[in-house]
T-cell receptor, first 113, second 113 residues
Framework: DVKVTQSSRYLVKRTGEKVFLECVQD?????MFWYRQDPGLGLRLIYF???????EKGDIPEGYSVSREKKERFSLILESASTNQTSMYLC????????????FGPGTRLTVT | LAKTTQPISMDSYEGQEVNITCSHN???????ITWYQQFPSQGPRFIIQ???TKVTNEVASLFIPADRKSSTLSLPRVSLSDTAVYYC??????????????FGAGTRLFVKA
């Protein structure tokens, strides 16, 4: 079974802090994704990566950056956390982009106070 | 980018067939349609994917009309454990190596005994 793990299930940070969310997948997938999920808005793509050191902006990249130094690990970085970044963050990976299913991690609920 | 529209919620009873329709009027030629299921406190899980006509697997069927401007997820004989949020996803390669995904806001299905 594909396993996608995220470093924390719950995280509380203060405004202005730098926040790292880590995601690791164990199936040698090429593609990894970061989404945020907010009530009534569904899932929105923040960034995705189709290879090591490669990244592409999704629909809402503002205020975020990512890092992919190793194939199995994809990090989401909030350079200076703000209260409007309080959300559920979901990481996913897939073998391909268009026709391959995405496997999601359990999510990290981030609260910025 | 194709935006998706789904009903916010639906109720059903155990044993009934449930059909959830997703509208994606601006779907592009390269877009595939994918459906995911999400339980509380979990990441979404792939259900089914299609490009046109009908696709069936052990869990569900997906009906896509010729114009592809909508799709219908059909769940046969639902049980209480099918209570979840169902997301319609339209994704495409934007032709520059990038990839955009548009998740709908999801349909909350509640199955009653």
């Amino acid at each position: 079974d594909v396993k996608v793990t995220q470093s924390s299930r719950y995280l509380v940070k203060r405004t202005g802090e730098k926040v790292f969310l880590e995601c690791v997948q164990d199936m040698d997938h090429e593609n990894m994704f970061w989404y945020r999920q907010d009530p009534g808005l569904g899932l929105r793509l923040i960034y995705f990566s189709y290879d090591v050191k490669m990244k592409e902006k999704g629909d809402i990249p503002e205020g975020y950056s990512v890092s992919r130094e190793k194939k199995e690990r994809f990090s989401l970085i909030l350079e200076s956390a703000s209260t409007n970044q309080t959300s559920m963050y979901l990481c996913a990976s897939s073998l391909g982009v268009i026709t391959y299913e995405q496997y999601f991690g359990p999510g990290t609920r981030l609260t910025v106070t | 980018l194709a935006k998706t529209t789904q009903p916010i919620s639906m109720d059903s009873y155990e044993g009934q067939e449930v059909n959830i329709t997703c509208s994606h009027n601006n779907i592009a030629t390269n877009d595939y349609i994918t459906w995911y299921q999400q339980f509380p406190s979990q990441g979404p899980r792939f259900i089914i994917q299609g490009y046109k006509t009908k696709v069936t697997n052990e869990v569900a069927s997906l009906f896509i009309p010729a114009d592809r401007k909508s799709s219908t997820l059909s769940l046969p004989r639902v049980s209480l454990s099918d209570t979840a949020v169902y997301y319609c996803l339209v994704g495409d390669n934007d032709g520059t190596g990038g990839f955009k995904t548009i998740f709908g806001a999801g349909t909350r299905l509640f199955v009653k005994a």
